[in-house]
């Protein structure tokens, strides 16, 4: 879930001296197809790439399969999750300018305030969670550049500190009012870093001989699909950016062709990991030793990319907090405090657990799962129950129109019912695995040992 923030100084005056409100479109026409793709790839792909070869030794030869399964099903949730959001703009037209919080209105209905905050809090739990690892990720990558740079071996405890306290004014200031450049580029950027990867692994071959690889034990496996998961779940941010497309209706080629590219990020790279490194390879495989300049011109380009994609994620994060903390939307003290205090709450759970792993497994298997995989077919199943000729009659349709409703819109084949409701039940149980397999590593590694109880 990563985004590269560019924009001029005076757009960044403006968002700081007036409100921060709404979410204004791309362009007058809205967003084609394959702008709306470029939305989709630059909001998921980013961590993956770091990540991912270390999950698929832990996984073994069938983490490659589940990333391709993964990407087919994320792509088809993806879809359904856009198709349900036309079926509630179709029902309650108040819904079909903007809505600057969609998902969360889907779970409100089709399952009431309990559904509403049950995607509330999924959501803001996993913008958190990705706020941590990508300052995690961040300062590993800033610790072991300066170290090669200056021979200066500075605490990874510490810059943590260093980087937070750098990033927190920034977090002070709005969003951009257009996004696209931002789309573009964070897609431009992971594809060329991603490039440059493969190209600096594939010098490595011979390197490790034999290439041995990691025993697949249960815990291992379940925390290698969270990481996986997380690596392709972007679905809460799939309806803005639906609302935002010239013809709505076309979501789902766009989801298809984001993934797509997502998935040739992905599997080149964790696939020549596999067979070079094997069970060698790092957590972040940018800290592989035998990196050279290649690396570090990448390392260079994923740090930028994470620090920026911090400033984004957090933003909606303290949005609705400051909603409920009745914080004002224009700028004031009281926003600077209190978005200092949530990137102190950040710091605080990066240095108590700073191995961003085990981070990433728990939100991938949780909550992301949950938005990923469960809600979209739970809420499409559900809406798709509720008969649109049925709303018509309570709206005081004619009988003419209820019928020529109820033939165009016929209900769901007892194959697409079956399918979703598996990919519910698979979520759920792989999610409460994969969740558990992340809790108790991070309670018995020593790994999770904290910054501040260390030597």
């Avoid at 200056?150 to 920034?170: G, H, K, N, Y």
């Avoid at 303290?318 to 914080?327: D, K, P, S």
Wanted: charged share 15%; proline share 5%.
């Amino acid at each position: 879930m990563i985004y590269v923030q560019c924009t001029y100084q005076s757009r960044f005056l403006k968002s700081l001296l007036s409100d921060v409100g709404g979410h204004d479109h791309m362009h007058a026409k809205g967003l084609s197809i394959p702008f709306a793709a470029f939305f989709i790839v630059g909001e998921i792909a980013g961590s993956g790439v770091l990540a991912l070869p270390k999950a698929i030794d832990n996984s073994g030869w069938i983490g490659l399969v589940l990333i391709v399964a993964c990407a087919l099903l994320s792509s088809y949730t993806g879809s359904i999750l856009g198709q349900a959001w036309l079926i509630v703009q179709e029902r309650y037209p108040e819904y079909k300018l903007h809505c600057p919080n969609p998902y969360p209105v889907l779970g409100e209905k089709t399952f009431g305030k309990t559904g509403r905050y049950v995607v509330s809090f999924s959501i803001n739990f996993t913008l958190f969670g990705v706020s941590t690892v990508f300052l995690l990720l961040a300062s590993e990558n800033v610790h072991d550049l300066i170290k090669d740079w200056t021979e200066t071996d500075v605490s990874f405890c510490i810059w943590l500190v260093i980087l937070a306290a750098v990033i927190c004014p920034l977090t002070w200031f709005g969003t951009p009012a257009d996004f696209w450049p931002v789309a573009v580029g964070a897609t431009v950027a992971t594809a060329l870093a991603c490039v440059l990867l493969i190209i600096n692994v594939a010098m490595d071959k011979g390197t490790y001989n034999p290439v041995l690889h990691s025993r697949t034990e249960f815990e291992q496996f379940f925390m290698a699909f969270g990481t996986i998961v997380f690596a392709f779940g972007g679905h809460p941010a799939f309806p803005t950016f639906q609302t935002d497309m010239r013809k709505p209706s076309d979501f789902k080629w766009a989801v298809l062709m984001g993934y797509i590219v997502v998935m040739l990020m992905y599997l080149p790279i964790t696939t020549v990991s596999y067979f070079i490194y094997g069970k060698n390879v790092k957590d972040n495989i940018l800290l592989m030793p035998n990196g050279g300049v290649i690396n570090q011109i990448v390392e260079v380009m994923i740090t930028v990319h994470l620090i920026l994609g911090f400033l984004i994620v957090i933003n909606p994060f303290c949005q609705e907090l400051e909603h409920y903390a009745r914080v004002p939307k224009h700028f004031t003290w009281k926003r600077c405090v209190f978005r200092s205090v949530v990137v102190a709450a950040i710091l605080f759970v990066a240095e108590s657990i700073p191995t961003f792993g085990a981070i990433l497994s728990l939100v991938g298997g949780s909550t992301v799962t949950l938005l990923a995989y469960i809600c979209p077919s739970l809420f499409y199943l559900k809406l798709k129950s509720v008969r649109q000729e049925d709303i018509m009659i309570v709206n005081g349709n004619s009988k003419e129109d209820v019928a020529l409703q109820a033939k165009e819109n016929p209900g769901l084949p007892l194959w697409v019912k079956v399918m979703n409701i598996e990919i519910i039940l698979l979520g759920a149980v792989a999610g409460v695995a994969s969740t558990y397999s992340a809790i108790k590593s991070i309670i018995t590694s020593d790994f999770s040992k904290p910054c501040y109880m260390r030597e």
